[in-house]
């Protein structure tokens, strides 16, 4: 009985250690995490825009071929303003030849400095897309 049993196990350096290095390796992990996460947000946000934009452009186009609908032949101008950054035009939709102005009259604009594009149909001014970055209407004499 006087020999000594040899007890197995790991020492407390050891375990300093091991504990040191997976604090590292997750340190490493979250980091990695928190930037792919990063990444997906402004992905995210992009497209996000870029639909917003989209849909906005696809009503204008819509809208605008539609200006001058007049069901009633009553003569009415379908442009009223044609400017760079702002259009105004009229359409008699309930066809009663005559232009309710709070209701059968919008503008697009985009005003100097601002990065929205807005829609007025009577309502004031709302915004319909956001952080554009340039918008010029081109028009052509036929």
């Known amino acids: 009985m006087g020999e000594r049993r040899r007890e197995a196990g790991h020492s407390l350096v050891e375990l300093l250690i091991a504990a040191a290095l997976l604090s590292l390796v997750m340190a490493a992990t979250l980091s990695i995490l928190q930037s792919g996460l990063a990444a997906s947000g402004w992905g995210s946000g992009r497209v996000e825009a870029q639909q917003a934009a989209r849909v906005a452009l696809e009503r204008m186009a819509r809208e605008v071929r ?42 697009y604009l985009l005003r100097p400095g601002e990065s929205t594009l807005r829609r007025d149909a009577g309502g004031g001014a709302q915004p319909i897309a956001e952080g554009v970055r340039r918008f010029a209407l081109t028009y052509f004499d036929a």
Do not use: C
């Open 66 to 107: 539609e200006a001058g609908y007049d069901p009633a032949s009553a003569g009415i101008e379908a442009v009223v303003v044609a400017e760079p950054a702002r259009i105004v035009f009229q359409r008699d939709l309930n066809g009663n030849g005559v232009i309710d102005p709070t209701h059968e009259r919008v503008t």
